[in-house]
Each structure stands twice: as structure tokens, then as C-alpha cells.
């Protein structure tokens, strides 16, 4: 069946082939041939090209044929012709900074000069200098310097080719950042304004300033004049931080008014409200006389070049002499102005208020005279006189306004740190919008506790005083870096060089205002010792928290807390810990408890008393060992006494006293001229000559 099948494929071929119906297929010489014949000569072609244009110079349509069809379409070009009516404008494109050659040819005076920019490209050094990048390259090679025509070569290599192809060399240095990293923008705190036209000013409150000793009656004076009872509240009644009040006087004029302490350890508040003060108002009292803060807070006020008003106060009291007050005034250079002086005094007494009209028109008149002036419409500048932490306000700041005026949403940078007015609170705790020069307020919205004596300085933009407070903030952490990183290496050289060490207490400060920490952490840094050392491993205002408590215990440190609270948490981990926690209302107590610490931490010394001297005269043989034969040269030997053994000056021997015998019997103690046997402890290598040195050891306390 297969043959039959194949047998029939092959006749039908063979009647296909010869079937002359059907179109045949070319061969290939046949294609060939007329390809061939196809191929245009020159005279064609120039014909062709210059019938392209006919009928008016207009290009002829071509045709394209698909398949059997007689559809015609115009050529691309046809397509793509403008219009008449169109007009052509060439614009060129802009070229981008990073096109820019960084080589540059000029000539001055016939003189041949390029300029160069790193980095420099060998490529576009040669197109400056009119040559091919090869010829450079050729040039570097014998330079030692292989590089490709795209690669850039040193500012150096380039001023010898220069040279070299009689071109003169100037170097450009590239600004720092420009076309390498992006330009950063700098912020800057706004300088205060220093000529201000006369007509922007207008007249502002005096800030009048109360300082004085302990107890002389500053804060009563301002009891008197705010009709309040702050003095009832200051524990130990004294005042602790300073005080911003506002009150109008009779005619309805603004007063700020100050309050500064008294103590000792305030001195740095004092030197503050001096600075920032009109008028200084010292406060002494008539039955105490002038004591030592009363001659710091002179000195302050001097060196501030504030006007000084002394107030006598305590007037009534038993023992009040204000004439030997004017006497003490005139021994510190105040003259009074009733002993021929330029200083007024008044007499005044803050329970009875007999005197007080007098002051404050003395205050008023003097306001007047020194005409005082600010300009409301400068940016806004106020000084911080006292910071705390808050509970539910954060961190807060009590400011004395000087220039300008602070608005709520007013972004600012107060030292390291930025922030924004949330709100503002006067003395009474009264919301305000905005507060003008010498006004008090209390202000929220700062990122951190600012810095006692810091300026809040209105800025641009919140953007702008954040970037100003991370810069301050990155220096400032360089500084304490780099401060640590010394004391350890001084650390390291005493124990190298086996110095003593001190003994340390490690304390943990929480108050309630900023101020107080600065002058407590300072006092207590001012006791001076080289047994022992306090240290504060931190410090700040605000409440006990249970971190506080954490690191303590870390640190083996105690906590103390002035006139603050702990929290309820706090509480639970000092029990857990076992950290110790002393909290204080009046500062002369805390300090005083931390001496009396410091002190502790110290060892007894233990110290030598030499009670006499023995001479070895004959050793004698015992049942134990061996004795010696002495006589007593000075003083006295007791039987409870230490002895040693002196040969030649050189102690052989340091121990008990055993034996101490007259003859048979045991003795209490031997004294000058009397001879007796003495052993000590197992020493057996007596000598004749020995000198046997008899002290008695005591334990002393050590100070500071």
C-alpha cells in the first residue's frame, strides 16, 4: 500500500512541472539579471535629483505601493514641512552648572593666561590650550603621570604643562562646598540694637532691684509695697530665689521689682539682679549695721555702675542707731546725702510702714531722672532670671523683657536651647499676649531648662532657631568630651604616680528653681579639701523621679532635695534599692549636712606620742628566749605601750611590749633613771647599745 501511495506523489510532481498554467518560480541567475539591470547610472541619478523639484521648486509627492493596491501616501518629509505662516525661533538651551568648564583661556597684554578650577580634566585642558588630548597625555608621561584623556590630573601637574606649552598659570580655589556639597544655610542670633532713632523709644518701667544681708528685711519692704505676705511663705524666712513683682505707684506708674537673697551662697543671683537692675535699693538694718552680704551686694552694685538707694530698715526696734549705719556706709565709699554725700538714705520700717511714701517717691523721682527708654518695635531680647520644672507646664523661665516685645508663638533661642511662647503668665499668674520692655513674665515652650542669665533672642523662624540651638548644642558636647577625657588623664597620672586619692561622695542635687542649683552646687564646690571631695554626678531643677533613684543606686550616691518633692514612684525604689534620700528647706542646713558628710568619709588618723627611751645595758637568757637589761635614759615606759628597737638609729624591730619587771616583780611602767627588764613580744636579738623607743598610738578626727 506504502509503494502504491509514493508512486502517486511522483507522477503528480512530474504533471505539476509540466503544467504551463501556473506561474514558475524564478531561478536565482534570473533574479540575479535583473537586479542588474536595475542599477542606475550616473547621468540617472543626477536626472532623478534634478526632478525631485518641479512645478515652482516644489518637492514631488512620493508614492508608497502596499501590495496590489493604489492607495498613495505622502512621503515623511512631506509631512514634516511647515507651514508658511509659521516662523521658526531658535532658542538655545540652557546650559546646567555641571557643564561648566572648570578650565578656562583668556589673554591679557599678549600674555597667554588659563585658569583652572579643580578638578582638572586632561581633555579640557587640552581644548584650552588648542591641542589634542594625545599631545598632553604624550607630555605626562614624561611627567610620570598616567592618566586617560576623561581623568582629571593635580593643580601641580597642570602648571608644568602650562608651562611647558607657554601658557602662564592661575589657580582658582574652589569656595568651600561650592559644587561638591550642598550649601548649608547660617543662622545667626540677631544682634542687639545699639543706634536706635530717638523717635522709636518711648519710656518704660524702672526694674528696681532689693539686696541686702540675711534677714535685714527685703522681702517685708516688698510685702509692704505689694500689700502681700511673701515673706510668711519663704521657708526659714529667708528668700531663696530671686522674685519678679510688678506694681504701680501712686500716679499709676509701673514699678518691676526684685527680690534677691540674702545668703552667702546667692552671691552669683545678687551679681544677676545687679546686671540686669535700674535702681538698687540696699536694704540695712538699723539694729545689725552693715555685715557681710550687705558689702558684696555694694560691691555688685559698683561694678554694674547702678544708682544706690539705701534703705534703713528695722527702725523701730530696740537698738536701731541709722546714724552709725550712714557712719559704716561712708567706711565702704556711700556718702549719704546728710553727710554732704550724692547717696540717698531713708529711714524706713517695714511692719509699721513709717517711711515707705518717702521711698517710693524717692524711687519715682529718681526713675524720672534717669528718663529710662526702650524700643517696643526691636527684636525681642529678654533675660532669665529664674528657670524651673513644672508639673504639667514643663520647663518654665521667669524673664525681665528688655528690648523688644515677646508674643505668644514667638520662636526663640535662649542660649543652647530654642523653643517657642506657648503662653505667658504675669506675677499673678495671669495669661498675657505679649509683655513690652521691663515687664516679668513667666514664659512656656522651651525645649529644655534654659540656663540662669541666658537671653531669650526672638529669631526668624522656629526652623531657624533650631538649627542654631543643634549647632550650640554640638559644641557644647565637644567641650564635655574633650573636659572628661582630660580629667581622666589626670586621674590616671596620680594613680601612675602613686599620688593620694581622694576620698568622694557622690550626691544627686534636685531643687526647685534653676538658680538654686548654680548657687548650692557652687557653695559646696567652694569647701576646700585634699582628704575628701563632694561631686555631683547631676543636677537639676525639678521633682525626685524614679530615675533619679536608679542612677544613685548605680553610682552609690545620695539624693538630695531642696524645697522639692518626691515622687510617688521614687519613693517605692529608694525602698527597693536602699538609696537614701535627704530633703531641706533652708540652704545653710544643706550645706552644713554635706560637710559634716564629707567629714565622715575621712578616717581617723592614727598618730605616734612618744613617752620615753631605754638603753640595753646586758642581755640576759629567760625560760622564752631572751631579755634585756635596761635603764629608763628620758621619759617613761609603760607595760600597755608600743616599743621599737633602735640600732644605730635604724629600727630593727616594731611590736607589743610583753614583759616590764623591777627586779622579779611585773610593773605598770618604769620611769627616767630606774632600771628594769623589758621584752618585747618574740624579739630575741637584743644588743648592748640598742635604744628601746617606748609611744603610745591615739586616733585624731581630721578636718577639712
Not at 507646664?393 to 523683657?401: E, F, L
Not at 588618723?605 to 613617752?611: L, P
Amino acid at each position: 500500500m506504502a509503494d502504491q501511495k509514493d508512486n502517486k506523489n511522483e507522477k503528480k510532481k512530474v504533471l505539476d512541472l509540466l503544467d504551463d498554467s501556473k506561474p514558475k518560480k524564478p531561478s536565482r541567475r534570473e533574479r540575479q539579471r535583473d537586479e542588474a539591470s536595475k542599477v542606475k547610472t550616473l547621468d540617472d541619478k543626477k536626472a532623478e535629483a534634478l526632478d525631485i523639484f518641479d512645478e515652482g521648486g516644489k518637492k514631488k509627492t512620493s508614492v508608497v505601493t502596499k501590495g496590489k493596491g493604489n492607495a498613495k501616501l505622502p512621503s515623511i518629509s512631506k509631512l514634516n514641512e511647515p507651514k508658511e505662516d509659521v516662523e521658526l525661533v531658535k532658542t538655545e538651551a540652557p546650559v546646567e552648572e555641571a557643564d561648566v568648564p572648570t578650565v578656562e583661556a583668556a589673554s591679557v597684554d599678549g600674555e597667554k593666561i588659563i585658569h583652572l578650577k579643580p578638578p582638572i580634566v586632561v581633555s579640557e585642558l587640552a581644548d584650552a590650550m588648542d591641542l589634542k588630548p594625545f599631545q598632553l597625555m604624550a607630555d605626562l608621561i614624561k611627567l610620570q603621570v598616567f592618566v586617560a584623556p576623561h581623568q582629571a590630573i593635580e593643580p601641580e601637574v597642570a602648571e608644568k604643562l602650562c608651562d611647558q606649552h607657554g601658557f602662564k598659570f592661575e589657580r582658582e580655589k574652589r569656595e568651600k562646598g561650592g559644587g561638591v556639597h550642598k550649601v548649608e544655610e547660617v543662622f545667626e542670633e540677631p544682634e542687639p540694637e545699639e543706634d536706635i532713632p530717638e523717635d522709636q523709644l518711648e519710656l518704660r518701667a524702672p526694674i528696681i532691684t532689693f539686696m541686702g544681708h540675711v534677714d535685714h528685711g527685703k522681702t517685708s519692704l516688698l510685702d509692704y509695697v505689694r500689700n502681700s505676705r511673701v515673706a510668711a511663705g519663704e521657708a526659714g524666712g529667708i528668700t531663696q530665689h530671686i522674685g519678679a513683682y510688678r506694681v504701680n505707684d501712686d500716679q499709676g506708674r509701673p514699678i518691676t521689682l526684685l527680690d534677691t537673697p540674702g545668703h552667702a551662697i546667692f552671691s552669683k543671683m545678687r551679681a544677676r539682679g545687679a546686671d540686669i537692675t535700674d535702681i538698687v535699693v540696699l536694704v540695712v538694718a538699723a539694729d545689725d549695721g552693715i555685715m557681710p552680704q550687705t558689702k558684696e551686694a555694694i560691691d555688685h552694685a559698683k561694678a554694674a555702675e547702678k544708682t544706690i538707694i539705701v534703705a534703713v530698715n528695722k527702725c523701730d526696734v530696740a537698738g536701731a542707731d541709722p546714724t552709725r549705719v550712714r557712719t559704716q556706709l561712708m567706711e565702704h565709699g556711700l556718702t549719704p546725702v546728710d553727710f554732704g554725700g550724692d547717696i540717698e538714705c531713708v529711714d524706713v520700717s517695714a511692719k509699721t510702714g513709717d517711711g515707705m511714701e518717702d521711698l517710693l517717691e524717692l524711687l519715682a523721682l529718681q526713675a524720672e531722672v534717669l528718663e529710662l527708654t526702650a524700643n517696643p518695635k526691636a527684636n525681642g531680647r529678654a533675660s532669665v532670671i529664674e528657670a524651673r520644672v513644672q508639673a504639667g507646664k514643663g520647663p518654665t523661665a521667669t524673664v525681665i523683657v528688655e528690648s523688644g516685645t515677646l508674643k505668644v508663638g514667638m520662636p526663640f533661642i535662649c542660649g543652647p536651647f530654642s523653643g517657642k511662647i506657648k503662653s505667658m503668665l504675669d506675677d499673678n499668674g495671669k495669661p498675657l499676649k505679649e509683655a513690652g520692655p521691663a515687664m516679668p513674665v513667666e514664659v512656656l515652650g522651651f525645649a529644655e531648662l534654659p540656663n540662669v542669665g541666658d537671653q531669650v533672642v526672638e529669631m526668624e523662624s522656629e526652623r531657624a532657631a533650631k538649627k542654631l540651638s543643634a549647632e550650640r548644642q554640638g559644641e557644647k558636647r565637644s567641650e564635655r568630651l574633650g573636659g572628661a577625657q582630660k580629667s581622666r588623664l589626670d586621674d590616671f597620672m596620680a594613680i601612675s604616680k602613686g599620688g593620694p586619692q581622694k576620698a568622694r561622695l557622690q550626691l544627686i542635687l534636685k531643687t526647685d528653681v534653676q538658680g538654686s542649683v548654680g548657687a548650692i552646687t557652687g557653695a559646696i564646690g567652694e569647701i576646700e579639701s585634699d582628704k575628701v571631695e563632694a561631686r555631683f554626678i547631676h543636677s537639676a531643677a525639678g521633682s525626685i523621679t524614679e530615675s533619679d533613684i536608679l542612677l544613685a543606686s548605680s553610682a552609690n550616691a545620695v539624693v538630695i532635695g531642696f524645697n522639692t518633692k518626691v515622687e510617688g514612684k521614687a519613693v517605692q525604689a529608694a525602698k527597693r534599692e536602699g538609696v537614701e534620700i535627704k530633703l531641706y528647706s533652708i540652704v545653710y542646713e544643706l550645706i552644713d549636712t554635706v560637710r559634716d558628710a564629707m567629714l565622715g568619709l575621712l578616717e581617723p588618723e592614727t598618730r605616734e606620742t612618744i613617752i620615753g627611751h631605754a638603753e640595753v645595758k646586758q642581755v640576759f637568757k629567760v625560760n622564752k628566749g631572751k631579755a634585756a637589761g635596761c635603764i629608763i635614759k628620758d621619759g617613761k615606759v609603760t607595760r600597755v605601750a608600743h616599743a621599737r628597737v633602735l640600732r644605730g638609729g635604724t629600727p630593727v624591730f616594731d611590736g607589743k611590749m610583753s614583759t616590764l619587771r623591777r627586779f622579779q616583780d611585773e610593773v605598770k611602767e618604769v620611769k627616767q633613771g630606774i632600771e628594769c627588764g623589758i621584752k618585747l613580744g618574740d624579739f630575741n636579738d637584743y644588743e648592748e647599745g640598742d635604744l628601746i623607743q617606748c609611744y603610745n598610738l591615739e586616733k585624731v578626727a581630721q578636718t577639712l
